[in-house]
């Protein structure tokens, strides 16, 4: 069926890019980095590393677009929500 | 979920009109992995909003937290997810061998992320930081504490599996309850991925 | 019977009431004529013998005429709303000469931190009242707002003025009154058990008033230099 | 119930026992019916509770009539105490909303009708849509049980602001409150399980040329409300397990001592709650469009007009959270935001009036009890929709929010809207559900009683709301300025009880049909859906072959056809015959 006729992706390969990032994750902690910096550097990763595993683990790639909808709806009101928020507290 | 997946035959249910193109047990599952999406958004948001929107107190997560154990937690829990989706590929290949190896390898993965989550909590405990301690306390143990009974059903449902692929109730290509179960699991680690990095790193 | 709005005691409560008014006549006609509209369809295309329905799937230019015109409507009510708003609570527009008045909010009554002779809040000679607010006639206030437990809401019905009172947050209010005059401040927000009761007192008066009020505390008016009170003598009895 | 009637004829392939078959069954109808008398049950506390909180505003410190059976912890001589009403109002708003309009709306109409109107034979995942009723039963059972434990119910009303619902201390609740929570958790599980099972099976099971816009509106609208509720729940879930903490394990989300933050909650909870007034509406809105262009014989105006201004609501209902906090304390220039989103939402709704309207223009009306109770929602609704937008402009909101205007205008709503619709649905789907009909002259009845009373209790609150009457407040009579209003309180309370008497009517109907209801033909109502085109009651399995569909949900009055209405699984060429 439809799940079956992509390619296999190769999943050591993956593995060992997600082990790396989580070095790398660890390392930018430890490194000293000026806050900002290391914020915007582990914010990267971390996004990288989730769309590793939804892309490829989870294989949205090979998905319909469709169900692609579906999955990226909540994302735009999690994003509002948080915003929002954060915003709506008056200064001091 | 998993009850369901062998139950219709392949091909039955496929969308008469234009569905989203995939089977009926995918569709409920990433249905439901959207509430949970919005389920973490809530803790979460409720982490970035107090730490960063309010101006409160905040201890740097290093000087409480003991990163390195935990980065090796969330390699084990990578670890799990790499097995998971052997074990999907091996039920595709209709490999019932691999099937049952991977499967079993991913329950001992998310057991022992469990684990480890467990002696870290105890370990913190001990020291002295309690849901009580302040509102990282509070947002740190509801966050992952939630994140591991996540993956304390996950393991359950997975041994399920496990004990229906040694039945070999995947034999044959059926896949589904695998790849369905699967979803779950990368998802899980999907959001420890985010919570690693916002409560522990950040 | 006084069955409506309680008369407006506040510089921003005219335009209040304008506002509700104009919504007020607006929805008032829409309420008119699409009831109106209803009920004339009702009787006219009511059953009758021998008659069938007309098949009409819609009109692209009706529905297009009918979302037009409420949203041009809707959306210059949000800009006629908006510098009202913006003057009664964006507090970057308060005045700066402004007499400053600390409530505080706990259940169930309200506690009012007066400036004291030197005018400014957070002194030694500030004094408190409980539950009675004494203002002057045609004077700019801005309230700091806070709550000592859960949210309150800090309701004058007169003043059109409402906002709640947030723990750990202080939250300013702008008031001017302009009616002399004895009102109510009512607690808006569910705050428990004596919710209902949490009532306090706010007096409008004349500024010889208000300094012969202040003398009767054992205060002198802010405009003398007066021997600072006490906090023991400051402590108003209710 | 009935169904033994007609369960002979096809006994063949329903050999379930009685237990799968009635109690622990997995049949999306007989799990919808279960819902219909659990809701319906909770419509009855509901509204027991909001006859106690009438009393007390109407007659202040008066006994209430049986009042003396109450023990005297709770209303001392037969009065109801200040904590006892603020239980009341707690719990009325919490029982009506997630206990009775919510499953009234989705649990029984989304389960009866979704599978039966795209021709399905059943849900998705029945054994999930089993549970998600089971689990109703927990969480509605502990939350009554909160009623009676030590420290009475949660008191800090429906929308249970922290830290006043978080710390005992300041509401004098200790276990009430975690039972709240808990209760509201298993809830959300349940709606949950629910909406899953509703939006794969819309998206996956529809019958052969039931494509997306031959989907009559109901079933848009439950699909819609479902997408809500797995999008807004989880953030309620989410919020309340946080303040559920607060209470028990310390922490301090929502705690202002060491730097929790109070309007957070709020914002949880309104980014919940307004998503949640759409998931009581917008089913309400698909029922009444059902009716109406059945009742007028007509296809409903502007059908694709209608699915995108219900697409527009449910995306805008999750911006516009905010309005119900302009006077929390939230940035100014935030507020104006939400103010604008708010308006905007308006429009749609607007856009929704009009086409019942258009719907009805050039109709040949039948003024049927279902029918009745629909225009009664467009007519209700109307007034709800236009009360909105005075709270929507933030500078009028400053004086009647909190007031009795609020109160008035989400009666309006929910009430005049929702309940209305649901009237409407239970009378119109009667049949298929029983195989019997419900009388239409008590039908009548019930709904002109109910009509007239409703209006004379919500209406004159708007007036209480402009003279200023805070809510939730238990003696008016404490504030000169209220005094004055007190006979309309009288008035509303007379006519509160009224409405609750007549709803003894429809009890009467509804049960008294079950048994003695004229039997009912497949199609009473000679409707196109394809509910209709099986048996009353449908058998398991609903069709006895997979229906075919043909034509769009509303073909009444087709020209050149001698019947007035065209089945959707009507081949095309007996059409011509």
């Known amino acids: 069926m439809e799940a079956t006729e992509h390619r296999t992706p190769n999943y050591v390969a993956i593995w060992g890019m997600l082990a790396v990032l989580t070095v790398v994750e660890v390392a930018v902690v430890y490194l000293r980095l000026p806050r900002r910096l290391m914020v915007v550097s582990l914010v990267f990763l971390a996004l990288w590393k989730a769309l590793l595993v939804a892309l490829y683990f989870m294989h949205l790639r090979f998905e319909p677009k469709r169900l692609l909808y579906i999955v990226l709806a909540p994302l735009p009101l999690a994003v509002i929500l948080v915003f929002a928020v954060m915003h709506g507290f008056r200064g001091p | 979920m998993t009850a369901h997946a062998a139950a219709p035959p392949l091909g039955h249910d496929a969308p008469p009109q234009g569905g989203v193109g995939v089977y009926t047990q995918k569709v409920g599952m990433w249905v439901f992995l959207v509430s949970e999406v919005m389920f973490f958004t809530a803790l979460i948001g409720s982490y970035i909003i107090l730490r960063w929107g309010t101006g409160a107190q905040w201890p740097e997560p290093r000087s409480v937290l003991a990163i390195p154990v935990t980065a090796l937690n969330t390699f084990i829990l990578i670890c799990s997810s790499v097995s998971m989706v052997k074990a999907y590929a091996a039920a595709t290949r209709d490999d019932q061998a691999g099937l049952k190896r991977w499967l079993l390898l991913t329950v001992l993965g998310g057991a022992t992320f469990v684990s480890v989550q467990a002696y870290e909590y105890h370990h913190l405990i001990e020291k002295g930081f309690l849901p009580s301690s302040g509102l990282f306390g509070s947002a740190f143990y509801t966050m992952t504490g939630f994140h591991g009974f996540h993956v304390t059903c996950g393991v359950i449902s997975m041994i399920w599996v496990t004990i229906r692929a040694f039945r070999g109730k995947y034999a044959g290509g059926n896949y589904r309850g695998v790849e369905t179960i699967g979803l779950y699991w990368h998802f899980v680690d999907l959001v420890w991925i985010i919570l690693f990095t916002i409560v522990y790193l950040i | ?238 | 119930m009935t169904a033994h009637a007609t369960a002979a004829s096809h006994a063949a392939h329903d050999d379930r026992p009685f237990i799968r078959k009635y109690v622990f069954s997995t049949d999306h109808k007989t799990i919808g019916i279960q819902f219909l008398f659990l809701s319906l049950f909770f419509l009855l506390v509901g509204g027991l509770l909001a006859m106690g909180i009438r009393w007390q505003l109407g007659f202040p410190g008066q006994p209430m009539p049986l009042g003396g059976w109450l023990p005297q912890s709770v209303a001392p001589g037969g009065v109801v105490a200040p904590k006892t009403y603020n239980s009341l109002v707690t719990m009325h708003g919490t029982f009506m909303i997630f206990f009775a309009v919510m499953p009234l709306l989705v649990g029984v109409f989304a389960n009866y009708l979704i599978p039966l109107k795209i021709g399905a034979p059943d849900m998705a995942f029945p054994r999930l849509n089993m549970w998600s009723f089971w689990l109703m039963i927990p969480s509605g059972g502990l939350m009554l049980a909160s009623l009676f434990v030590l420290g009475g119910s949660s008191a800090a009303g429906w929308t249970v602001y922290a830290p006043l619902s978080g710390t005992p201390d300041y509401s004098g609740v200790h276990l009430g409150q975690q039972l709240w929570c808990v209760s509201i958790v298993i809830f959300g599980l349940s709606s949950l399980l629910g909406s899953v099972n509703y939006i794969t099976t819309v998206i996956n099971l529809r019958a052969p040329g039931m494509h997306w816009f031959r989907l009559p509106l109901s079933v848009w609208a439950l699909f819609i409300t479902a997408v809500l509720a797995i999008l807004a729940v989880p953030i309620l879930a989410g919020a309340v397990i946080m303040l559920l903490f607060d209470q028990t394990i310390g922490t301090h989300f929502f705690q202002p001592d060491v730097g929790g933050q109070p309007l957070m909650w709020q914002h949880l909870f309104w980014f919940f709650g307004h998503p949640e007034v759409y998931i009581l509406i917008l089913p309400a809105m698909g029922i009444a469009s059902d009716i109406i262009a059945n009742g007028a014989r007509k296809p409903i105006f502007g059908y694709s007009s209608m699915v995108y201004a219900m697409i527009a609501i449910a995306f805008l209902g999750f911006i516009v959270w905010g309005h119900h906090m302009f006077q929390s304390g939230m940035n100014p220039t935030l507020a104006s935001t939400f103010m604008v989103s708010t308006i905007v939402i308006a429009v749609p709704s607007a856009i929704k009036v009009f086409n019942w309207l258009g719907t009805l223009w050039r109709g040949s009306i039948h003024f049927t009890t279902p029918m009745l109770n629909a225009l009664a929602f467009v007519a209700m609704f109307i007034i709800g929709g236009l009360s909105g937008i005075f709270m929507a402009s933030t500078p009028v909101d400053m004086y009647i929010h909190g007031t009795y205007f609020i109160v008035a205008h989400i009666h309006y709503v929910l009430f005049g809207g929702s309940l209305f619709a649901v009237f409407a649905g239970i009378y119109f789907w009667y049949p298929k559900m029983f195989g019997r009909r419900m009388s239409e002259r008590w039908g009548k009845v019930h709904f002109v009683l109910t009509f007239v009373f409703y209006n004379l209790t919500f209406f004159p609150m708007h007036i209480l709301g402009v003279g200023g009457e805070m809510r939730r407040i238990y003696d008016p009579t404490v504030y000169d300025f209220l005094r004055p209003l007190q006979p309309i309180n009288v008035f509303i309370t007379v006519n509160a009880f009224l409405l609750g008497l007549s709803q003894l009517v429809f009890a009467v109907n509804f049960i008294g049909s079950l048994f003695k209801g004229e039997k009912a033909e497949r199609n009473p109502w000679h409707d196109t859906g394809l509910e209709w085109t099986t048996a009353s009651p449908p058998p398991h399995g609903n069709f006895p072959e997979t229906p075919h569909v043909y034509h769009g949900p509303y073909e009444y009055s087709v020209p050149g056809m001698a019947e007035d209405f065209l089945p959707v699984n009507t081949p095309p060429a007996k059409e011509v015959a």
């Open chain 3, 1 to 238: 019977m006084h069955w409506w709005f309680p008369s407006n005691a506040s510089s921003v409560g005219g335009q209040v009431d304008s506002l509700f008014y104009v919504i007020l006549y607006i929805t008032g006609a829409v309420f008119v004529l699409v009831e109106a509209a209803l009920l004339v369809f009702l009787v006219r295309y009511r059953r009758r013998d021998g008659r069938r329905a007309t098949y009409v799937e819609g009109s692209t230019k009706a529905e297009i005429i009918w979302t037009t015109i409420p949203a041009v409507i809707l959306v210059s009510l949000a800009l006629f709303s908006q510098p009202l708003w913006s003057k009664i609570k964006n507090t970057d527009t308060y005045p700066a000469n402004a007499d400053r008045i600390g409530v505080e909010a706990k259940q169930f009554e309200w506690r009012f931190t007066y400036p004291g002779p030197d005018g400014k809040l957070g002194t030694d000679d500030d004094f408190m009242k409980k539950d009675e607010l004494h203002l002057v006639v045609n004077r700019d206030y801005v309230f700091e707002l806070t709550s000592r437990d859960v949210v309150h809401d800090f309701f004058i019905p007169a003043f059109r003025i409402k906002q709640d009172a947030v723990p750990g947050m202080t939250i300013r209010v702008w008031v001017r009154p302009t009616v002399p005059g004895t009102y109510e401040l009512a607690c808006a927000e569910l705050c428990g058990l004596g919710h209902y009761r949490m009532r306090a007192q706010v007096i409008v008066q004349t500024d010889s008033a208000y300094a012969a009020w202040l003398q009767s505390q054992g205060v002198a008016a802010s405009s003398a230099p007066a021997p600072a009170a006490t906090p023991t003598a400051s402590e108003g009895t209710p």
